[in-house]
């Protein structure tokens, strides 16, 4: 009789994991906020939905490149404050999203707007043609 053993093929590579940076690697990403997004079709459109807090209408490209919609959005911020010690003070934050448009899509007609950091794009998709019913016919005797 043999003995069977289950074979985990990430169990090296977890067990490196822990090695390298122990049981909880992922703490230094707990407190980062990531932007979500959220694309549906609702009432023959594709609306495509960013939360981007504190980015600006300024901060903030959409165009159709290639059949896709892009939305890309960057923030830079620089203090300068002669009491501290630090001469510049600078932080970024930025985004990117590539959604593929479908054949249907009228990119001419895209609309957008951002309302207390939340970015919400409409593509409106021309109508499914309606589906053509084939006669049968029959051989008559």
């Known amino acids: 009789m043999s003995n069977l053993t289950r074979w985990d093929p990430f169990a090296e590579l977890n067990a490196l994991q822990k ?4 049981d909880d690697w992922m703490s230094p990403l707990k407190g980062v906020n990531i932007p979500t997004t959220d694309v549906y079709t609702k ?3 594709l609306v495509v939905e960013a939360h981007l807090p504190n980015f600006e209408q300024d901060d903030i ?3 159709v490149e290639n059949g896709a919609l ?3 959005a960057q923030r830079h911020e620089k203090e300068e404050d002669k009491d501290k010690k630090y001469v510049v003070r600078e932080s970024s934050s930025s985004f990117y999203r590539r959604i593929q448009l479908p054949e249907r899509a009228a990119a001419d ?3 957008a707007h951002l309302d207390n950091g939340m970015l919400k794009v409409t593509v409106p998709l021309t109508p499914l043609p309606e589906p053509k019913k084939i006669v049968i016919s029959t051989k008559k005797k």
């Open 61 to 63: 490209n959409i165009q």
């Open 70 to 72: 892009v939305v890309s």
């Open 43 to 45: 009432d023959n459109k």
């Open 109 to 111: 007609d895209i609309q």
């Open 19 to 22: 090695q390298f940076f122990g």
